[in-house]
């Protein structure tokens, strides 16, 4: 779960971690106040849940409070194009307005969970302020990498070093300080990455985080409640959080055949021989190692929601849910959600022969695959409007669904 | 002979009296495994089916010496639950679990290593040599004893795989899951090597998927020590970068991470990389028959 800056900010502050002085606001006229609160001049940041909004035009510097007005009369409602929303970008409804820093210069700090060694990691560099995969391509000497030992904590030698080699010798009690605060919360938050791009010098020579991203772990928020309250759905796809509260994992991609498949590997991997089949995914859809004739009903229906898809392919694998059990499901479903589109079926593993069987019984009519390849060239046909090429092949079984009285 | 477990592996399932728990310490059994014990704390002394349950691992151990523990514990409780399997002397460790958060699996590591325990998992669906011992959620079924050793991050990814190696005429020696999360117990290298020194193992199958770096570095490892053929496919090669695809570790980070420059390293380190899900069972036969007259 991403946290906004300035959600991310309020934790840190409680930590003692110096942040600037700033308030969010909702109205142009919010901003022009709080800028005259807080004295001249200020910086008005975009809170999206998104990286790179600087590069996007969402952070601007603010002279007088009829400025800081305009930029957020701008700001306010503006779609953000980054990175990482692609095209459909995602709307600017609120602004944080903070002081602007006196900077003398801009350091990178963050801490990850490294996947390789296991271990929480410290990533510092003395250049700050651009993105660290840059620093790294440029300046790979300038990076550092401290990895802790979770028994024993970010251990005072390990500050040191960092102290040294980001020249921070003249502010080195406060440095210390801050860095293990930033451990600290590190760990006690459950983030799975806690980044500060920059963290500055002021030129009165003390620290400030002025900008601060925190990703919390969404395995751990069953104890972090106090962070699971701060998350802002307005953000999120609301068919993507509709099939999260039905238990099913479910991300939107710009394709045209829907998928469902059970497993979230074999749920990528159907994705993928889609696309080798010229053919382009949906949706990324996972329902579980129990396809029950629920979660298969809430499927189809956020599935045909999307107008854009034209044929629909169910690839499940039966291991622990037996495939008889599947097809009954399927068809069950069916009779609550109507589905005008073609929808291709590829069911294998445990019962598959009667599984099969009660498909081709069944009153509505089903293309049926007998394997992963033959099933991918067939949804993608169908999606391309090529029927007739692939009613010939499979015709028998692709009509089998016409027993219907 | 088989890899990690075999025949005589007496196994003690914790969180046995849970629904997940109790069915599969069942399949289990029934598939033939050696099911000696349960735990669960505050049922002990009942039993599921005739197997015994104990409160406590300490007991269970004492009493009915198991050598392999497999874990239903929920999400909040798990890491506790490797780690007491791991303090009651118990070297080879499955835990199904999905859902722990990651800074209990960062403590939980640093024990298994210290303690040189190999944990399978978690988010995982075990392992299975099959024919002779089960210790997972897999459907036994669908698979067939043979020559091919099969590694996956997925779960029914690795029986898509297993089921179109059978069909292709070939068999597996071991298949083993070693899990979708980001900090997993075992990784590639660790079973590439069980493989290679394993007699009744011919080929290697890597069933892969984005995020990470666990392939790259099996390439380095297949580069520099394996003998044997080992193939490999990548899930995820049209996954969004940035975003979760259902397992916590399949995450496109940045440039790493993606499936294209998986398959670049493992091509470059002599992998037989197959890049078409469709086609895993045919490639590795005809590979095998034509290249190594297998």
């Given at each position: 779960m991403k946290l906004h800056e300035y959600?991310?900010?309020?934790?840190?502050?409680?930590?003692?971690?110096?942040?600037p002085e700033g308030r969010v606001t909702h109205f142009p006229y919010d901003a022009w106040m709080v800028s005259m609160e807080l004295g001249l001049p200020v910086v008005l940041k975009a809170q999206v849940l998104t990286g790179g909004r600087g590069k996007a035009g969402g952070v601007k510097l603010a002279k007088t409070s009829d400025e800081a007005r305009d930029i957020a009369q701008e700001l306010f409602g503006k779609k953000l194009v980054t990175k990482q929303t692609g095209p459909k970008g995602v709307i600017v409804r609120k602004l944080l307005v903070e002081k602007a820093a006196?900077?003398?210069?801009?350091?990178?700090?963050?801490?990850?969970?490294?996947?390789?060694?296991?271990k929480p990691t410290v990533i510092a560099s003395k250049r700050g302020g651009m993105s660290i995969e840059e620093v790294a391509e440029?300046?790979?000497e300038d990076i550092i990498k401290i990895p802790i030992d979770p028994a024993v904590g970010f251990l005072p030698y390990q500050i040191r070093r960092l102290k040294y080699d980001l020249e921070l010798t003249a502010q080195e009690k406060e440095a210390a300080k801050i860095f293990s605060a930033l451990y600290k919360a590190f760990s006690e938050k459950d983030c799975s990455l806690l980044e500060l791009n920059p963290l500055v010098v002021l030129k009165s020579g003390h620290l400030l985080a002025v900008d601060a991203k925190m990703d919390i772990d969404e395995n751990a928020l069953y104890r972090r409640r106090e962070i699971s309250r701060m998350r802002d759905l307005t953000e999120s796809d609301p068919d993507e959080l509709e099939a999260r509260f039905t238990g099913l994992n479910f991300i939107k991609l710009p394709g045209n055949i829907g998928c469902m498949v059970n497993g979230a590997g074999l749920a990528m991997t159907t994705m993928d021989v889609i696309k080798l089949a010229g053919g382009e995914p949906a949706n990324f859809l996972d329902v579980g190692g129990e396809a029950t004739p629920e979660t298969i009903a809430k499927g189809f229906e956020i599935i045909t929601r999307d107008p854009k898809v034209k044929a629909i392919f169910i690839n499940i694998f039966g291991g622990i849910v037996r495939c008889d059990k599947v097809a009954n499901g399927i068809i069950q479903a069916l009779k609550t959600v109507e589905v005008k589109i073609p929808v291709v079926i590829r069911l294998t593993g445990m019962n598959k022969e009667e599984g099969m069987e009660i498909l081709k019984k069944a009153p509505m009519q089903f293309y049926i695959a007998?394997?992963?390849?033959?099933?991918?060239?067939?949804?993608?046909?169908?999606?391309?409007?090529?029927?007739?090429?692939?009613?010939?092949?499979?015709?028998?079984?692709a009509k089998a669904g016409k027993k219907e009285k | 002979m088989a890899v990690c477990v075999y025949r005589t592996s007496r196994v003690v399932v914790q969180g046995v009296t849970g629904k997940?728990?109790?069915?599969?310490?069942?399949?289990?059994?029934?598939?033939?495994?050696?099911?000696?014990?349960?735990?669960?704390?505050?049922?002990g002394g009942m039993d599921v089916e005739g197997i015994p349950v104990y409160n406590t691992m300490e007991e269970a151990v004492q009493n009915t010496h198991p050598n392999v523990s497999l874990i239903?514990?929920?999400?909040?409780?798990?890491?506790?639950?490797?780690?007491?399997?791991?303090?009651?002397?118990?070297?080879?460790?499955?835990?199904?679990?999905?859902?722990?958060?990651?800074?209990?699996?960062?403590?939980?590591?640093?024990?298994?290593?210290?303690?040189?325990?190999?944990?399978?998992?978690?988010?995982?669906?075990?392992?299975?040599?099959?024919?002779?011992?089960?210790?997972?959620?897999?459907?036994?079924?669908?698979?067939?004893?043979?020559?091919?050793?099969?590694?996956?991050?997925?779960?029914?990814?690795?029986?898509?795989?297993?089921?179109?190696?059978?069909?292709?005429?070939?068999?597996?020696?071991?298949?083993?899951?070693?899990?979708?999360?980001?900090?997993?117990?075992?990784?590639?290298?660790y079973w590439l090597e069980k493989f290679e020194q394993d007699p009744e193992t011919e080929a290697v199958m890597m069933v892969g998927e984005i995020g990470g770096n666990a392939e790259e570095k099996a390439a380095e490892y297949v580069k520099n020590h394996m003998k044997k053929p080992v193939f490999a496919f990548i899930a995820g090669r049209t996954a969004?970068?940035?975003?979760?695809?259902?397992?916590?570790?399949?995450?496109?980070?940045?440039?790493?991470?993606?499936?294209?420059?998986?398959y670049e390293v493992l091509r470059a380190s002599g992998v037989h990389t197959i890049e078409n899900p469709g086609y895993i069972g045919e490639t590795i036969y005809k590979t095998l028959k034509e290249e190594y007259s297998l």
């Amino acid at each position: 779960m991403k946290l906004h800056e300035y959600q991310a900010k309020e934790v840190l502050a409680s930590y003692g971690v110096p942040v600037p002085e700033g308030r969010v606001t909702h109205f142009p006229y919010d901003a022009w106040m709080v800028s005259m609160e807080l004295g001249l001049p200020v910086v008005l940041k975009a809170q999206v849940l998104t990286g790179g909004r600087g590069k996007a035009g969402g952070v601007k510097l603010a002279k007088t409070s009829d400025e800081a007005r305009d930029i957020a009369q701008e700001l306010f409602g503006k779609k953000l194009v980054t990175k990482q929303t692609g095209p459909k970008g995602v709307i600017v409804r609120k602004l944080l307005v903070e002081k602007a820093a006196d900077i003398d210069r801009e350091l990178y700090f963050s801490i990850v969970v490294d996947r390789t060694s296991s271990k929480p990691t410290v990533i510092a560099s003395k250049r700050g302020g651009m993105s660290i995969e840059e620093v790294a391509e440029q300046y790979p000497e300038d990076i550092i990498k401290i990895p802790i030992d979770p028994a024993v904590g970010f251990l005072p030698y390990q500050i040191r070093r960092l102290k040294y080699d980001l020249e921070l010798t003249a502010q080195e009690k406060e440095a210390a300080k801050i860095f293990s605060a930033l451990y600290k919360a590190f760990s006690e938050k459950d983030c799975s990455l806690l980044e500060l791009n920059p963290l500055v010098v002021l030129k009165s020579g003390h620290l400030l985080a002025v900008d601060a991203k925190m990703d919390i772990d969404e395995n751990a928020l069953y104890r972090r409640r106090e962070i699971s309250r701060m998350r802002d759905l307005t953000e999120s796809d609301p068919d993507e959080l509709e099939a999260r509260f039905t238990g099913l994992n479910f991300i939107k991609l710009p394709g045209n055949i829907g998928c469902m498949v059970n497993g979230a590997g074999l749920a990528m991997t159907t994705m993928d021989v889609i696309k080798l089949a010229g053919g382009e995914p949906a949706n990324f859809l996972d329902v579980g190692g129990e396809a029950t004739p629920e979660t298969i009903a809430k499927g189809f229906e956020i599935i045909t929601r999307d107008p854009k898809v034209k044929a629909i392919f169910i690839n499940i694998f039966g291991g622990i849910v037996r495939c008889d059990k599947v097809a009954n499901g399927i068809i069950q479903a069916l009779k609550t959600v109507e589905v005008k589109i073609p929808v291709v079926i590829r069911l294998t593993g445990m019962n598959k022969e009667e599984g099969m069987e009660i498909l081709k019984k069944a009153p509505m009519q089903f293309y049926i695959a007998e394997d992963l390849r033959e099933a991918a060239k067939m949804v993608s046909d169908l999606s391309n409007n090529k029927n007739n090429e692939t009613e010939k092949k499979p015709a028998e079984k692709a009509k089998a669904g016409k027993k219907e009285k | 002979m088989a890899v990690c477990v075999y025949r005589t592996s007496r196994v003690v399932v914790q969180g046995v009296t849970g629904k997940e728990g109790r069915y599969h310490a069942l399949a289990c059994r029934d598939y033939g495994t050696k099911v000696v014990a349960g735990v669960t704390p505050g049922k002990g002394g009942m039993d599921v089916e005739g197997i015994p349950v104990y409160n406590t691992m300490e007991e269970a151990v004492q009493n009915t010496h198991p050598n392999v523990s497999l874990i239903f514990v929920p999400p909040p409780f798990a890491a506790d639950a490797i780690l007491e399997a791991v303090g009651s002397g118990i070297k080879t460790i499955v835990c199904i679990t999905e859902g722990i958060p990651v800074l209990d699996m960062v403590k939980v590591k640093r024990v298994i290593e210290k303690e040189n325990v190999t944990l399978i998992g978690p988010n995982c669906p075990g392992i299975i040599t099959p024919g002779a011992t089960k210790i997972g959620i897999m459907p036994g079924h669908i698979f067939k004893r043979g020559s091919v050793g099969i590694i996956s991050r997925s779960g029914t990814l690795l029986y898509e795989t297993a089921d179109q190696i059978t069909k292709a005429g070939l068999g597996q020696s071991t298949c083993v899951g070693i899990g979708g999360d980001p900090i997993i117990g075992t990784d590639y290298i660790y079973w590439l090597e069980k493989f290679e020194q394993d007699p009744e193992t011919e080929a290697v199958m890597m069933v892969g998927e984005i995020g990470g770096n666990a392939e790259e570095k099996a390439a380095e490892y297949v580069k520099n020590h394996m003998k044997k053929p080992v193939f490999a496919f990548i899930a995820g090669r049209t996954a969004p970068p940035g975003r979760r695809m259902g397992h916590a570790g399949a995450i496109i980070m940045g440039k790493s991470g993606t499936a294209e420059y998986k398959y670049e390293v493992l091509r470059a380190s002599g992998v037989h990389t197959i890049e078409n899900p469709g086609y895993i069972g045919e490639t590795i036969y005809k590979t095998l028959k034509e290249e190594y007259s297998l």
